[in-house]
T-cell receptor, first 116, second 108 residues
Framework: EAQVTQNPRYLITVTGKKLTVTCSQN?????MSWYRQDPGLGLRQIYY???????DKGDVPEGYKVSRKEKRNFPLILESPSPNQTSLYFC???????????????FGPGTRLTVT | GQSLEQPSEVTAVEGAIVQINCTYQ??????LSWYQQHDGGAPTFLSY????GLEETGRFSSFLSRSDSYGYLLLQELQMKDSASYFC?????????FGAGTRLFVKA
């Protein structure tokens, strides 16, 4: 089954304790991206990756790190989480269409993170 | 700055037609995508417009006017299961910007 998986699905942690949210896709997509979703703000892009070893910042990258060492995996790292990073996080992937558009993205089930 | 504006809420009756508008102000615009998200679920892709005009996919259609920086999603023959949030998204190269979402309530 074609899918994007994320782990963990739920996480409660404390300020400053490093954590990693994993994301994996089995569709051979070049493009992968991380979003956070907060009430009334829609989805905001944190980081994206156009292919292995190629990443770039989205609109809200502060406090986050990513890496893309393999095509299928795109982990999100919070080195020192703070309460304002409490949010619902989604990983997504897609093929890259003409001229670089990534218009049909497949989303993982989401990770609900609470930082106290 | 870059932004997409859409109404926060729309209410319609089962069997009716509803239109969800999206106006955008983005740089490097490639096209407009639409996603549906049910409560507790992940966004799922509905439709995409790269060129001006109407794209039809079953009960859902999407329209784009590049000259007006405007698009809309049209849902026909509304069903209760269409109650969800709908997001427009601009793809500019590899960067993606989403609108804040429109909550659709379908009443019996």
């Amino acid at each position: 089954e074609a899918q994007v998986t994320q782990n963990p699905r739920y996480l409660i942690t404390v300020t400053g304790k490093k954590l990693t949210v994993t994301c994996s896709q089995n569709m051979n997509h070049e493009y992968m991206s991380w979003y956070r979703q907060d009430p009334g703000l829609g989805l905001r892009q944190i980081y994206y990756s156009m292919n292995v070893e190629v990443t770039d910042k989205g609109d809200v990258p502060e406090g986050y790190k990513v890496s893309r060492k393999e095509k299928r995996n795109f982990p999100l790292i919070l080195e020192s989480p703070s309460p304002n990073q409490t949010s619902l996080y989604f990983c997504a992937s897609s093929f890259v269409a003409v001229a670089g558009a990534s218009y049909e993205q497949y989303f993982g089930p989401g990770t609900r993170l609470t930082v106290t | 700055g870059q932004s997409l504006e859409q109404p926060s809420e729309v209410t319609a009756v089962e069997g009716a037609i509803v239109q969800i508008n999206c106006t955008y102000q983005t740089s490097g615009f490639y096209g407009l995508s639409w996603y549906q998200q049910h409560d507790g679920g992940a966004p799922t892709f509905l439709s995409y417009n790269a060129l001006d005009g109407l794209e039809e996919t079953g009960r859902f259609s999407s329209f784009l006017s590049r000259s007006d920086s405007y698009g809309y999603l049209l849902l026909q023959e509304l069903q209760m299961k269409d109650s969800a949030s709908y997001f427009c998204a601009s793809t500019g190269g590899f960067k993606t910007i989403f609108g804040a979402g429109t909550r659709l309530f379908v009443k019996a």
